[in-house]
């Protein structure tokens, strides 16, 4: 097979032999600082699959005995709107806290922008175990940034 192209090295002159070598040697360091650098991802990123799957993991063996509980008594006399907006903010999530609405007789219909999941995650248990909330349904969206997600949580009472 007969490439398109050749270069003898014996015709060209030496500062073009030179200027040759030097591009193919720094074009080979570049290919291995590139390889090197996804190799390095791909370590990265092994790591958080392994941790995620022991987090769930332990999640699964937790999960029958936080259900077997039940839930912890409501807050005293505050509405669940009160509840939800303290304790959002509480857990750092008062900025992210784009809207809420009533949902049903029990219920409140509650929008995340840009919430931290792990924040998220942690604000939905205390309401659980603090207050008895329950959540009804969610629908958790990426949203751009990583570990930040939009989120539409419908939450009830009792």
């Known amino acids: 097979m007969k490439l398109p192209f050749s270069v003898n090295l014996d015709t060209l002159s030496d500062r073009d032999r030179r200027t040759l070598l030097i591009g193919i040697g720094i074009a080979v360091l ?8 996804l190799d390095s991802s791909v370590t990265s990123a ?11 993991a332990w999640i699964r063996t937790a999960a029958p005995e936080i259900a077997a509980a039940g839930p912890a008594p409501t807050s005293g006399g ?3 709107l009160v509840i939800v907006d303290r ?22 219909s509650v929008r995340m922008q840009k919430a931290s999941f792990d924040n ?7 309401l659980s175990q603090q207050n008895g909330i329950r959540v009804d349904s969610a629908s958790i ?6 570990g930040l997600v ?4 419908v939450l009830h009472t009792g």
């Open 46 to 56: 092994h790591k958080r699959i392994r941790k995620k799957q022991d987090d769930l």
């Open 78 to 80: 505050e509405s669940l």
């Open 120 to 126: 998220l995650v942690m604000w939905l248990n205390r």
């Open 30 to 37: 570049l290919l291995l600082y590139i390889l090197i650098q």
């Open 141 to 146: 969206d990426a949203a751009g940034d990583p």
């Open 87 to 108: 304790s959002a903010r509480e857990s750092g999530l008062g900025n992210a806290l784009a809207g809420s609405e009533p949902s049903g007789a029990d219920g409140l």
């Open 150 to 153: 939009n989120a539409a949580i």
